[in-house]
């Protein structure tokens, strides 16, 4: 069964760091390419980053850019998104996407990548 888990977050006060993670089973992330997604309450699901299957492909929404780097490391079937700076409009809950199919076309879509993980809580607050 193919499955992602997100792990990482938590609450933080503003300024503070998380490092998300992205693990799979069931499945070699090594030829995927690796979205992260989030999605507040009231708001529709925005990407915030995504990654090539080699690494060396990145992409990152203007809202998180010098903020947050997304890493993957392919030999632990992982992939990280590390938040800095963090900031009380990146409250969201945080998913991680798979697409098999190459660099997505608009890689801040979600119906571009084909599987996803259940989320995990990112809280900025004081």
């Known amino acids: 069964q193919l499955q992602l888990v997100e792990s990482g977050g938590g609450l933080v006060q503003p300024g503070g760091s998380l490092r998300l993670s992205c693990a799979a089973s069931?499945?070699?992330?090594?030829?995927?390419?690796i979205g992260w997604f989030r999605q507040a309450p009231g708001k529709e699901r925005e990407g915030v980053s995504c990654?090539?299957?080699?690494?060396?492909?990145?992409n990152y929404a203007d809202s998180v850019k010098g903020r947050f780097t997304v890493s993957r490391d392919n030999a632990k079937n992982t992939v990280y998104l590390q938040m800095n700076s963090l900031k009380p409009e990146d409250t969201a809950v945080y998913f991680c996407?798979?697409?098999?199919?190459?660099?997505?076309?608009?890689?801040?879509?979600?119906?571009?990548?084909?599987?996803w993980g259940q989320g995990t809580q990112v809280t900025v607050s004081s």
């Open positions: 990654i090539g299957s080699s690494g060396g492909s990145t």
């Open positions: 996407a798979a697409r098999r199919a190459g660099f997505p076309p608009i890689w801040y879509a979600p119906h571009e990548y084909d599987y």
């Open positions: 069931g499945f070699t992330l090594t030829y995927y390419v």
